[in-house]
């Protein structure tokens, strides 16, 4: 037990009957797939995974509901592996692109040598997530992806410093807008 459970700080268990009658905010994002045609797979109550076009590449969102945190977190994780000797340029990179974020962040998993984009929404309290809430979250998260994606390429294979490759990144994804 923390300082926040013993201070009452949190709601008592006396509210859980009300999330338990509360909407599961990840059907808004299944009919978002739907409407927008997306792939996507309804793994179970508490996670989705969709595919979303970008300019580069599809990427691959996770998204997860935690009904005791009352939390949807989102995961973009860019596929392939990180040649041996990069790390330390991928971790400066991301680095340089959470500095031009205004919402979530990239992480360099060691563990699984993997770029990962993390956000995350809080509905404490019983709040609904709405359509535009979901809307946006994927949106900052496409955002992110589409400057970080070519921007990795570009040190992993072309061996480009991490300056180097965000602004050749942002030149070329201005010039594909």
Same mark, same amino acid.
């Given at each position: 037990?923390?300082?926040?459970?013993?201070?009452?700080?949190?709601?008592?268990?006396?509210?859980?009957?009300?999330?338990?009658?509360?909407?599961?905010?990840?059907?808004?994002?299944? %009919?978002? /797939? #739907?409407?927008?045609?997306?792939?996507?797979?309804?793994?179970? !109550? *508490?996670?989705?995974? =969709?595919?979303?076009?970008?300019?580069?590449?599809?990427?691959?969102?996770?998204?997860?509901?935690?009904?005791?945190?009352?939390?949807?977190?989102?995961?973009?994780?860019?596929?392939?592996?990180?040649?041996?000797?990069?790390?330390?340029?991928?971790?400066?990179?991301?680095?340089?692109?959470?500095?031009?974020?205004?919402?979530?962040?990239?992480?360099?998993?060691?563990?699984?040598?993997?770029?990962?984009? %993390?956000? /995350? #929404?809080?509905?404490?309290?019983?709040?609904?997530?709405?359509? !535009? *809430?979901?809307?946006? =979250?994927?949106?900052?998260?496409?955002?992110?992806?589409?400057?970080?994606?070519?921007?990795?390429?570009?040190?992993?294979?072309?061996?480009?410093?991490?300056?180097?490759?965000?602004?050749?990144?942002?030149?070329?994804?201005?010039?594909?807008?």
């Amino acid at each position: 037990m923390n300082i926040a459970d013993t201070r009452c700080v949190r709601p008592n268990p006396g509210l859980h009957t009300s999330n338990a009658m509360r909407a599961n905010p990840l059907d808004v994002f299944e %009919r978002i /797939a #739907l409407a927008e045609h997306y792939d996507f797979e309804r793994v179970n !109550e *508490q996670e989705i995974h =969709l595919s979303v076009p970008g300019h580069w590449t599809d990427h691959d969102i996770s998204l997860t509901w935690n009904a005791s945190t009352e939390a949807v977190q989102l995961f973009l994780i860019f596929e392939g592996r990180i040649p041996g000797g990069r790390t330390d340029d991928i971790c400066r990179l991301m680095s340089l692109i959470n500095e031009r974020l205004a919402a979530g962040h990239f992480d360099f998993w060691n563990k699984n040598m993997a770029l990962v984009y %993390r956000n /995350a #929404l809080s509905l404490r309290g019983g709040a609904t997530l709405r359509t !535009e *809430q979901a809307l946006d =979250l994927v949106a900052l998260a496409l955002d992110a992806a589409e400057r970080g994606y070519p921007a990795s390429q570009y040190v992993i294979w072309a061996g480009k410093s991490p300056e180097d490759a965000l602004t050749a990144a942002l030149v070329d994804l201005a010039a594909g807008a």
